[in-house]
């Protein structure tokens, strides 16, 4: 029990300095994994009667770093098709055209922006890729009259919308709650449309209260007009399908993920490259392969750290002294699911306990291999609650950008957005405790 209550506190602490931003996210769970296998007595080398390793560092450090290696890999191609869709200008290809369709129609233009982007999110990934659309979306929406902050939460539920369902955020949660991807996926998608329709419900409400707001001006041509507009006629038209092309590919062909990024990335360039010379197409592929490293770079390590940190809950010796708390605060009823996730839902920001991208991995982890109830169920809790995460949490990096970009405090954004988020994941929540408990 002291080992358990030392783990809590280590814990606690663990997160308050990732609240007070003194530890950041990935060296906060490196030192949680290590931390928490030092407190429950497992030594860093050794062998048992049998000669199984039984130290952190091959059980926990060594297995954990690969312990998501698909998940990471799949993130790396889904880099590489999102750096292909930015270099040959197919995502502010479809932002400009969405926003031409809308006309001066302030209304028509955010809702066609936010679809777009939505879609767009459910395949590109990055920092690098929110900003490219961000500068894109953010000027023009403001250009027809949407105040600053209505416009920085519409780029940002776009993100919430289209990660919730990409393919890569749901791999990632398929394996860390060790759970099937047609399940999770299923799941996701529900949470998505959900979130589509309170970004919905956001912007009316927001674009109606607000009015047309001039007040802010931002770079409208930054980006070469001539250089966008080259994706025309029916070539262009079929290069602004890429985005669902793996979507289709995985979700109804029944593809394994990397090869439907890779016919995606194969079609984008199809449709193109036909204008350019064998060589800029392989220089393409080539240098948008590397990009897909170096954005997806971020969310590999966290992955990596999330990897040690599901080995360390699984240690014998953390589940006999950790997992008796977790076992009794753990929801066995349907109603106290309900209100256990439900309410508590903003336990998912700062990376708290809720957080698939910080503390929860562990909690969810652990809760899997408890085995108190159902895995479907321990699924349908956490991920519920992510868009939440996705949406509000200061500290994600595309909420910290994107309230920079207009010069708002990210906080207020937070607070503007959870009241139209949290009907999301209390829904999200009744259809998984009906659906798995």
């Given amino acids: 029990m002291l080992q358990g209550i030392l783990i809590l506190v280590f814990l606690l602490t663990i997160m308050a300095l990732m609240i007070a931003r003194k530890l950041p996210t990935v060296l906060a ?7 928490i296998c030092v407190i429950a007595g497992i030594p860093p080398m050794g062998v048992n009667a049998e000669g ?30 999102g750096m292909i869709m930015e270099k040959t200008n197919i995502s502010r290809t479809m932002i400009k055209k969405g926003a031409e369709l809308g006309g001066d129609k302030t209304l028509a233009i955010a809702i066609i922006l936010f679809t777009i982007s939505s879609l767009l ?18 000027p023009i929406l403001i250009s027809v009259g949407v105040d600053k902050e209505t416009a920085a939460g519409t780029l940002l539920f776009s993100y919430c919308v289209g990660m919730t369902s990409s393919l890569y955020a749901v791999n990632a949660y398929s394996a860390i709650t060790s759970t099937t991807f047609d399940t999770v996926y299923g799941f996701s998608v529900i949470l998505s449309v959900l979130s589509f329709v309170a970004g919905c419900i956001y912007l009316v409400v927001r674009i109606k209260v607000k009015g047309r707001k001039f007040a802010f001006s931002a770079p409208l041509d930054a980006v070469d007009d001539d250089e966008i507009y080259k994706i025309k006629g029916f070539s262009g038209a079929m290069a602004m ?17 990397i090869p439907g990024f890779m016919v995606g990335i194969i079609w984008a360039c199809v449709f193109t490259s036909y204008r350019t010379s064998w060589k800029r197409t392989m220089d393409l592929l080539t240098k948008t392969f ?25 240690q014998a010796a953390v589940q006999d002294s950790f997992g008796p708390l977790v076992t009794s605060v753990t929801p066995t009823s349907l109603l106290a699911f ?15 306990p809720f957080n698939l991208w910080g503390l929860g991995a562990g909690i969810a982890a652990l809760m899997v291999s408890m085995g108190v109830i159902p895995v479907n169920l321990i699924m349908g809790g956490f991920v519920g609650v992510t868009v939440m995460q996705t949406l509000c949490c200061p500290t994600n990096t595309q909420n910290v950008w994107a309230a920079s970009f207009v010069g708002v405090d990210v906080f207020d954004l937070t607070k503007r957005q959870i009241i139209y988020i949290w009907p999301v994941v209390l829904i999200g929540i009744v259809y998984a405790a009906f659906r798995f408990f």
């Fill in 29 to 35: 769970l490196f030192i949680l994994a290590i931390g």
């Fill in 52 to 81: 199984e390793q039984i130290g952190f560092f091959q059980n926990v450090i060594q297995l954990g770093a690969v312990r998501l290696g698909d998940a990471i890999m799949v993130a790396i191609f889904a880099g590489w098709l």
């Fill in 121 to 138: 999110f459910t395949v590109i990934v990055g920092l690098g890729s929110v900003i490219m659309v961000g500068t894109i979306t953010i």
């Fill in 241 to 257: 399908l890429t985005p669902l092309v793996p979507i289709l590919l995985v979700a109804v062909a029944k593809f394994p993920l």
């Fill in 290 to 314: 590397y990009d897909g490293f170096s954005v997806t770079a971020p969310a590999a390590t966290l992955t990596i750290a999330i990897g040690m940190l599901i080995m360390t809950v699984n």
């Fill in 338 to 352: 309900i209100l256990f996730f439900g309410l508590l839902a903003p336990l998912c920001l700062y990376r708290g």
